[in-house]
């Protein structure tokens, strides 16, 4: 049974660039939310995903934008890059309507330059 | 705001001892709670979770206790392994609300 898959597992990008991250969630899973984990910090919510739809949306600027295909995987793509958004981002994968237990993907490690 | 925080940064345990981790919360309407394990370089592992209909609830090796009165919750694992070195976060749920809130988490280290 294969888990949450990210990638890639890591990227460097420049200020400036563009990037799409992409999350294939756990098997007979259909909710899949994108976290940013900083450095020595806990992770923070970007926004989720349900039924193709961006369900709730974290404090993250426009530039942080996402979209969910019918088989449930996921992009997350971030505009404009900062250096401050190197850092890893996670997708958890989650079933149906509600809080349930989220599976995360090992993380796609993201430095700006 | 929400804050989820942990009352330590570091836990140094000694193989074999049980260990305890502790977390705070702020959110009185929080009412799921979840309990990860993030290893270096890698995506935070679940270990277990409890709602608030609950105080006390038991893995394998792991105890999770909420307390709704004082709004903690702890983790307890039997007979630390070094395997279970690793930085443990809690992360709270609210109805209506879809994202889990994470505090900063805590670093366990095992001493052989």
């Known amino acids: 049974d294969a888990g949450v898959t990210q990638s890639p597992t890591h990227l460097i990008k420049t200020r400036g660039q563009q990037v799409t991250l992409r999350c294939s969630p756990k098997?007979?899973?259909?909710?899949v939310s994108w976290y940013q984990q900083a450095l020595g910090q806990g992770p923070q919510f970007i926004f989720q995903y349900y039924e193709e739809e961006e369900r709730q949306r974290g404090n993250f600027p426009d530039r942080f934008s996402g979209h969910q295909f019918p088989n449930y995987s996921s992009e997350l793509n971030v505009n404009a890059l900062l250096l401050g958004d190197s850092a890893l981002y996670l997708c958890?994968?989650?079933?149906?309507?509600?809080?349930?237990?989220?599976?995360f993907g090992q993380g796609t490690r993201l430095t700006v330059v | 705001g929400e804050s989820v925080g942990l009352h330590l940064p570091t836990l140094s345990v000694q193989e074999g001892d049980n260990s305890i981790i502790n977390c705070a919360y702020s959110?009185?309407?929080?009412?799921?709670f979840i309990w990860y394990k993030q290893e270096s370089g890698k995506g935070p592992q679940f270990i277990i979770d409890?709602?608030?209909?609950?105080d006390k609830r038991q893995g394998q090796r792991v105890t999770v206790l909420l307390n709704k009165t004082v709004k903690h919750l702890s983790l307890q694992i039997a007979a630390t392994q070094p395997g279970d070195s690793a930085v443990y976060f809690c992360a709270e749920g609210s109805p209506n609300d879809y994202k889990l809130s994470f505090g900063a988490g805590t670093t366990v280290t095992v001493r052989a």
């Open positions: 098997s007979g899973h259909d909710t």
């Open positions: 959110n009185s309407a929080s009412d799921y």
């Open positions: 958890a994968s989650s079933l149906g309507w509600g809080l349930t237990e989220a599976f």
């Open positions: 409890i709602r608030s209909n609950m």
